[in-house]
């Protein structure tokens, strides 16, 4: 898990054998909801995150 989950911040997202540049647009109880940069919006556990 990262330190400081703000909106508007940069990440990378775990996500099979990579990690994928994403951007939080939200912040929930559980979850994340980022914006992958091919425009898909997804939820994820935080501790699926990194820092860029």
Known sequence: ?????LVGKAV?????SGKVPAKIV????DEVRVRL???LT???K?????SL
Not at 1 to 5: P, S, T
Not at 12 to 16: D, E, L, R, S
């Open 1 to 5: 898990m990262i330190e400081g989950i």
């Open 37 to 39: 940069s091919n425009g």
């Open 42 to 44: 997804m939820l994820v």
């Open 26 to 29: 939200e912040l929930n109880k």
């Open 12 to 16: 990378n997202v775990n996500m099979g």
């Open 46 to 50: 935080a501790k699926h995150l990194s």
